[in-house]
C-alpha cells in the first residue's frame, strides 16, 4: 500500500466524520467540516491509502440539493427508484489532522486515525504533517490536550518531542476528564529537524515511503 498525505478536501468529509464518530463517539457537538474548512486559521490534512477506494454520493449540502434534484427527476420520468445520488469513487480517507496556528503556536485540535488503520503508522504521519507544515506557516511550537487515560496516544506525542506541560482539570465535557498540556520545544531549531528526519527515514523502513503532496 502507499498512503498519500495532502490537505483535506470536500469529498473526504464522509469519511471524515465517520473516524471522527468511531474515534470521539461521546463528543457532543461533532464538528462542523464543511465549515472548518472555509476558516483560514484552521489547516485539515487526511491520510489516503492510494490502493483502495470506497463509493461515495456525496456530501454535505452538495448531497441534498443532489438528493432534492434526482427526486424531481424521478416524479417527471415516472421513475420510482431510489437511485438518485450518483456515486462516485474517492480515495480511502485512514486518518486525519486539524489544527490552528496564532501567534507562533501550532495547536492541534483534532486528530484521529480509522480502527482498522490503526498500528500501521498512519498517526505518526499526521505528526509528521503537522511539524512540517506548522513550520511553514511560521510556527515554533507544537501544543495539544490529550485525556490522561489516553496513553497511546501521549506515547506517540512523547516520540515526536511534545513533553507534559501542565494539567487542565475536567478539560473533557462527556466525562469531564482532565487533560494533560503537552508541548514540544522550538521545532525551528537544527536539532528539531534532524530528528525528525531520523524519524521520517526510520517511518520509511518500517512502513515504506510516503508521498507527501501539499501543492
Given amino acids: 500500500m502507499t498512503y498519500c498525505i495532502r490537505p483535506m478536501l470536500k469529498k473526504d468529509i464522509l469519511q ?5 464518530r468511531e474515534a470521539f463517539p461521546t463528543m457532543i457537538p461533532p464538528p462542523n467540516f464543511e465549515r472548518e474548512l472555509q476558516n483560514k486559521m484552521t489547516h485539515y490534512f487526511v491520510v489516503c491509502d492510494e490502493s483502495r477506494s470506497v463509493k461515495t454520493a456525496g456530501n454535505g449540502d452538495e448531497s441534498k440539493k443532489q438528493g432534492l434534484l ?13 437511485d438518485a ?11 486525519y489532522v486539524g489544527f490552528w496556528v496564532l501567534a507562533e503556536e501550532a495547536h492541534i485540535t483534532t486528530i484521529a486515525v480509522k480502527e482498522e488503520c490503526q498500528r500501521k503508522g498512519i ?3 499526521l505528526m509528521m504533517t503537522v511539524f512540517d507544515r506548522a513550520k511553514k506557516l511560521y510556527a515554533s511550537v507544537v501544543t495539544l490536550e490529550v485525556r490522561v487515560s ?5 506515547h506517540l506525542y512523547l516520540k ?3 513533553r507534559e506541560e501542565g494539567l487542565r482539570k475536567h478539560y473533557y465535557t462527556d466525562n469531564r476528564e482532565d487533560a494533560y498540556i ?7 531549531t537544527k536539532e528539531s529537524a534532524k530528528q525528525l528526519d531520523k524519524l521520517q527515514r526510520e517511518h520509511a523502513g518500517r512502513w515504506g515511503k510516503a508521498r507527501f503532496d501539499f501543492s
Fill in 160 to 162: 515526536y518531542g511534545l
Fill in 123 to 125: 498517526g505518526e504521519l
Fill in 182 to 188: 503537552m508541548t514540544s520545544s522550538d521545532i525551528t
Fill in 16 to 20: 471524515v466524520k465517520e473516524i471522527d
Fill in 150 to 154: 489516553n496513553t497511546n496516544a501521549q
Fill in 70 to 82: 434526482n427526486r424531481i427527476r424521478s416524479l417527471f420520468s415516472g421513475n420510482s427508484s431510489n
Fill in 85 to 95: 445520488a450518483v456515486e462516485r469513487e474517492v480515495p480511502f480517507v485512514c486518518g
